[in-house]
């Protein structure tokens, strides 16, 4: 395998350097064992750190394997019998898969944009010894997961869920529009975490206001022993006008639905046989469900092509070309395979010196200045 220190950064937290690219400090320690050193930090670190693949006595292939097999509905007991692997390997690969996959999620998908139409909806899931809830949130516009919340259902469960929206939206958006079902927690959480500090003109404590152009409309389902019946469309807060015209500028459709929200559902319940309704794959943790939910999802934004996304092709006689969530959303320039995603880097966040009483020392301006701009 080629080494290439241009690619890699520092990953040591204590290290002034660590998270950044190209900066000349990353030499190659050994080609044998695949490693590389930083000259600012002076420690060395393999070619896998930072990936799924850290210190797994398996090759690479098979585990990408075993982790696509899960992410696609495979039941962990026939991926025990056709690889000979233990089952506790495969729930451990499982929940690290994850975990990563939810470090990525976090630094590449909760970046402010204009979301502009959001629906979010929750999923009931049988539990060993119990019922949870797993609320998942859509941007319709380029049909990319924003998140998702295991927990009871209860407005804390809600209120998780939207700060993670928040954390895609910027404040500064033409309008944001959430379509919901009927439960009564989303309206007073949406008002209450899409609010921002204001200080008055004499200080003091800062009042919350409410962002401006906030549209919450609501579709209900009225059903009777497993028929529907119809659907009751309601506008919370709006005028139908807006509503109107965000559905129409979102490609969400001529009157309020949750379609696109409830076709994820059914993305998920395909994908994770935990949420199947009719199944003895019981989960026993809540962690497994948020494992299982970040490894779908993430896959979903960046390693699948959804069929509405698909531009008509100009160039290389293709009648259409794929696009993932991911890079309808601007965030990927192509298609991920799921080997990159499991080996994708997230890069912290940049050094910061440690604060101290006194002066500052001559060395540490220049950690600063050659590290801080």
Known sequence: MALDPLCVFCLNLACPARGQLNQGNLHIHSRKHLRYRCSVCRKTFTESAGTLFYRLHHPPELVTRVVTLLAFGCPRQAIVAAFDLDERTVASWQQRAGQHCQAVQEKLVAVPRDLGHVQ???????????????????????????????????????????????????????????????????????????????????????????????????????????????????????????????????????????????????????????????????????????????????????????ESLRLPGLIGGHKWLGRTPAMAAGISEHRWSIKELLSYRVAPSRWQPPKRRGGVSNATKALIARWCQ
């Open 120 to 306: 979010i909806d929750e999923i009931r899931v049988k539990r060993q010894g119990g019922i949870a809830w797993m609320g998942l949130a859509l941007m319709v516009s380029t049909r990319l997961w924003l998140g998702g919340v295991v927990g009871s259902h209860e407005a804390s469960l809600t209120r998780a869920l939207l700060a993670k929206v928040r954390a895609c939206a910027s404040a500064l958006c033409v309008g944001l529009l959430f379509c919901t079902d009927g439960w009564i927690a989303y309206v007073p959480q949406i008002r209450a975490v899409f609010r921002e500090q204001v200080r008055g003109p004499f200080g003091g404590r800062p009042r919350l206001q409410e962002w401006p152009r906030i549209w919450i409309a609501q579709a209900i389902k009225q059903s009777e022993q497993g028929k529907l019946l119809g659907i009751e469309r309601r506008v919370i807060q709006g005028s139908e006008a807006e509503i109107a015209g965000m559905l129409e500028r979102t490609q969400g459709g001529k009157v309020i639905n949750t379609a696109f929200i409830e076709r994820l559902n059914a993305t998920f319940r395909q994908c994770l046989t935990n949420l199947a309704r009719r199944s003895r794959a019981l989960a026993r943790k809540s962690e497994t469900l948020e494992a299982g939910m970040n490894l779908v999802g993430t896959i979903y934004n960046f390693c699948c092509e959804h």
